[in-house]
């Protein structure tokens, strides 16, 4: 069983910056994909990063692009959001996620991942 937590949300300003954190439990960390979701009032949940077990290859949302950076630490078993030029749409609840490894999944999915955190509020203001 892996345990998620997320940590680091918080109120910014429009323009302003968040670094977000989530720490993992489990020795198979390394193995696992990681994302970052994220769940406005009202909206589905949507994919925002993704960055595989080599610590390389990474996806993101368009939306995202440009702004956000996705990172991990495997000796820590951690992976961060870094999140610049925030945008009151950027509010929302933000969900870590970890994947177990399957050729078949593109890790941009919710249903590529099997472990969840409790998620982490952001909140960015006009």
């Known amino acids: 069983q892996v345990q998620l937590v997320e940590s680091g949300g918080g109120l910014v300003q429009a323009g302003g910056s968040l670094r977000l954190s989530c720490a993992t439990s489990g020795r198979t960390f390394s193995t696992y994909t990681m994302a970052w979701f994220r769940q406005a009032p009202g909206k589905e949940r949507e994919f925002v990063a993704s960055i595989k077990s080599n610590g390389i290859t990474t996806y993101y949302a368009d939306s995202v692009k440009g702004r956000f950076t996705v990172s991990r630490d495997n000796a820590q078993n951690t992976v961060n959001l870094q999140m610049n030029s925030l945008k009151p749409e950027d509010t929302a609840v933000y969900y870590c996620?970890?994947?177990?490894?399957?050729?078949?999944?593109?890790?941009?999915?919710?249903?590529?991942?099997?472990?969840w955190g409790q998620g982490t509020q952001v909140t960015v203001s006009s």
């Open positions: 996620a970890a994947g177990t490894p399957n050729f078949y999944k593109n890790y941009q999915r919710k249903s590529d991942f099997d472990y």
